[in-house]
T-cell receptor, first 110, second 114 residues
Framework: GEDVEQSLFLSVREGDSSVINCTYT??????LYWYKQEPGAGLQLLTY?????DMKQDQRLTVLLNKKDKHLSLRIADTQTGDSAIYFC??????????FGKGTMLLVSP | AAGVIQSPRHLIKEKRETATLKCYPI?????VYWYQQGPGQDPQFLIS???????DKGSIPDRFSAQQFSDYHSELNMSSLELGDSALYFC?????????????FGQGTRLTVV
């Protein structure tokens, strides 16, 4: 079945870059997403990438996709304390439901 | 910009009671998804609807049912509630025919069963 895996925790200092990694198993995945969830809040779509792309940049966010290794990463440049949250990687096959990873808790210290 | 609206935001019910959660998708979105997120867990897919028809089914208990209405809003009906149903319930919407093929989530309904 489909499986999405992420490291559970990442701690960085303010101003540093953060890199959150994700691996997935479904070779039929066509969309890969990053969602941010702050405590007690909803899921905020940060960015997504199509499987035929290998990189996407959106302001401080850079998504890298290695389709051969089924590896996705999210780089946050100049990480701020407001970036502290749980980041979920998710994949879908076409217009279908999302399969989420367990989430990576990012803690940014001043 | 309009977002996905869920109501209520918080709900407290006793065991064996019923609950109805509502979701109003982004205008012109034709697909609605329901997810359940237990404490400290990742969201788990329950059920989805496309153009008012059930399109996919995940780990939704038989005690739960859902539908999408003619105005595209959706309701998740939960009966015989159990303590383990306490979770954050998210609705998401997308458009299979328009530009928003990615899913946008609502703020969620926090259900507490006591």
């Amino acid at each position: 079945g489909e499986d999405v895996e992420q490291s559970l925790f990442l701690s960085v200092r303010e101003g540093d870059s953060s890199v959150i990694n994700c691996t997935y198993t479904d070779s039929s995945s066509t969309y890969l997403y990053w969602y941010k969830q702050e405590p007690g809040a909803g899921l905020q779509l940060l960015t997504y990438i199509f499987s035929n792309m290998d990189m996407k940049q959106d302001q401080r966010l850079t998504v890298l996709l290695n389709k051969k290794d089924k590896h996705l990463s999210l780089r946050i440049a100049d990480t701020q304390t407001g970036d502290s949250a749980i980041y979920f990687c998710a994949e879908s096959e076409g217009y279908s439901t999302l399969t989420f990873g367990k989430g990576t808790m990012l803690l940014v210290s001043p | 910009a309009a977002g996905v609206i869920q109501s209520p935001r918080h709900l407290i019910k006793e065991k064996r009671e019923t609950a109805t959660l509502k979701c109003y998708p982004i205008p012109r979105h034709d697909t609605v998804y329901w997810y359940q997120q237990g404490p400290g867990q990742d969201p788990q897919f329950l059920i989805s609807f496309y153009e008012k028809m059930q399109s996919d089914k995940g780990s939704i208990p038989d005690r739960f049912s859902a539908q999408q209405f003619s105005d595209y809003h959706s309701e998740l009906n939960m009966s015989s509630l159990e303590l383990g149903d306490s979770a954050l319930y998210f609705c998401a919407s997308s458009s299979n025919t328009g530009e928003d093929t990615e899913a946008f989530f609502g703020q969620g309904t926090r259900l507490t069963v006591v």
